[in-house]
């Protein structure tokens, strides 16, 4: 029974294969609940636009198709598909489906999910849960530079 299925995904940084975590999430779940696992199970804050991408690497990662965004949920986006509407179960249909996940357009982080087993949703269990953190996350912002001089002296 799909409801009561799980997706388990290995979600590594990009340009650190050394820093990942592994969590669990409900397949029915959708693509933004995904979304908000992955940036919270690294420590950030849920405060950027993001999407998901079927080319890991390159240049015209953003021309992939399947694409998926919140621009899309936004009216932004024709060629992409819905973060809000499409379940995990339906992007990622399979143990080794791989897709890029992009958040913060602005900072660029870029983060390798990639399904590592299904499972079946435990009783008395809250999901998404985190299953095993590997290497310290990074900050999400980096230290605040003071160009401005004026300290009110």
């Given at each position: 029974?799909?409801?009561?299925?799980?997706h388990m995904?290995?979600?590594?940084?990009?340009?650190?294969?050394?820093?990942?975590?592994?969590?669990?999430?409900?397949?029915?779940?959708?693509?933004?609940?995904?979304?908000?696992?992955?940036?919270?199970?690294?420590?950030?804050?849920?405060?950027?636009?993001?999407?998901?991408?079927?080319?890991?690497?390159?240049?015209?990662?953003?021309?992939?198709?399947?694409?998926?965004?919140?621009?899309?949920?936004?009216?932004?986006?024709?060629?992409?598909?819905?973060?809000?509407?499409?379940?995990?179960?339906?992007?990622?249909?399979?143990?080794?489906?791989?897709?890029?996940?992009?958040?913060?357009?602005?900072?660029?982080?870029?983060?390798?999910?990639?399904?590592?087993?299904?499972?079946?949703?435990?009783?008395?269990?809250?999901?998404?849960?985190?299953?095993?953190?590997?290497?310290?996350?990074?900050?999400?912002?980096?230290?605040?530079?003071?160009?401005?001089e004026d300290?009110?002296?």
């Open positions: 029974m799909t409801e009561a299925r799980t995904a290995r979600v590594t940084l990009q340009d650190e294969p050394t820093i990942y975590r592994e969590i669990e999430v409900e397949s029915r779940k959708t693509l933004s609940d995904l979304a908000e696992a992955i940036v919270h199970a690294f420590g950030f804050e849920f405060d950027h636009a993001f999407g998901f991408y079927s080319k890991l690497k390159g240049q015209d990662v953003m021309r992939s198709q399947p694409k998926y965004e919140l621009f899309a949920d936004m009216g932004e986006s024709t060629e992409a598909k819905s973060v809000e509407k499409t379940r995990v179960a339906d992007a990622f249909p399979d143990v080794g489906h791989k897709m890029l996940f992009m958040f913060d357009y602005g900072d660029d982080w870029r983060f390798i999910v990639e399904v590592i087993g299904l499972g079946q949703k435990a009783a008395k269990t809250c999901y998404p849960k985190v299953l095993k953190k590997v290497g310290k996350a990074p900050e999400q912002y980096g230290p605040w530079e003071d160009n401005d300290d009110g002296t």
